[in-house]
């Protein structure tokens, strides 16, 4: 009999206690990186923006060349049963596709059997009160510009991990990071905003940014609210001298960004509203969006 305190892990197929999910040491994912991964924020029992993740799950399998297992809407069905037998209603998905073992080598010959993991753990308290607000540094890791892998979650992050690194060894909560043009694009686990004259602006993708579903939804809100929005690059110096910064992920929702390398930066009001709307929005699926 499983323990109640012991997390099931969806592994190709199966639902098994987190201690029996063992992948191969062969597996490529872990010998190269070679798959890709979603962050899907559960709320209510409910996958936010499933369809969103799912597309861009697809689009990333599409690219690496890996074949899904089973169809969206069949994995949307194990999510589902996840959820239930680990009693987690509020959490994060962690789902993990990689190419599989294969022969030793980068040639992907021979790897026709992928790898599916999903897990869940535990959601921050993204919409608590007061509204969390970070501080970050500029990373001295870089992006390369209009890079087409960035735009999907592929499960090498070294770059991220290190700027990542380099924030908790700083004090600070996130990391900002530089592509090979010098432009700040993103931080290491979130897309950027900032405002400046009223207009919400971000950089555009071919910058070497990753495709945020979260994103997406702040364009959403964004025109709903009636606030102009622009896609455009920043330097670091004129980051810090405009109306506000904030960031955009799944798990946490909308952060505003209160100082940048020890400097303190201008707050806005907009920020507020758009993280209001944001958490209208998780908040209208999980009581919409029922699992199917």
């Not at 073992?101 to 753990?121: E, F, K, N």
């Not at 960035?150 to 700027?163: F, R």
């Not at 090979?180 to 971000?202: D, K, M, P, R, Y």
């Amino acid at each position: 009999m499983i323990r109640p305190d012991i997390m099931i892990v969806f592994l190709n197929g199966r639902f098994v206690p987190e201690n029996e999910a063992v992948v191969s040491v062969f597996d490529r994912g872990f010998l190269y990186g070679d798959g890709v991964f979603e962050a899907v924020r559960i709320h209510q029992g409910t996958p936010f923006r499933w369809a969103d993740h799912a597309r861009r799950l697809e689009a990333g399998a599409n690219l690496l060349n890996i074949r899904l297992p089973c169809p969206a809407t069949e994995l949307r069905q194990h999510v589902n049963e996840l959820v239930r037998v680990n009693r987690m209603p509020e959490a994060l998905l962690r789902l993990t596709l990689s190419r599989g073992v294969g022969p030793r080598g980068y040639s992907p010959r021979g790897a026709d059997r992928p790898t599916l993991a999903m897990s869940l753990h535990p959601a921050p308290d993204a919409n608590g009160e007061p509204a969390p607000k970070w501080r970050v540094i500029t990373s001295s890791f870089r992006l390369p510009a209009n890079e087409r892998l960035a735009q999907i979650k592929t499960c090498n992050k070294l770059p991220q991990i290190l700027a990542r690194a380099e924030a908790e060894a700083a004090g600070a909560d996130e990391a900002l990071l530089l592509n090979t043009n010098g432009e700040v694009v993103e931080a290491s686990s979130s897309n950027l905003f900032w405002i400046t004259e009223g207009t919400v602006c971000t950089p555009p993708l071919t910058s070497g940014i990753l495709a945020g579903v979260t994103r997406v939804i702040v364009l959403e809100i964004c025109e709903r609210l009636g606030l102009p929005t622009r896609e455009e690059c920043i330097t670091s110096e004129n980051l810090r001298i405009v109306q506000g910064v904030f960031l955009s992920l799944s798990s946490w929702g909308i952060i505003e960004v209160t100082g940048l390398d020890g400097q303190l930066l201008k707050q806005s009001p907009l920020v507020g509203k758009i993280r209001g709307a944001y958490a209208a929005e998780v908040a209208k699926c999980g009581e919409a969006c029922k699992p199917a």
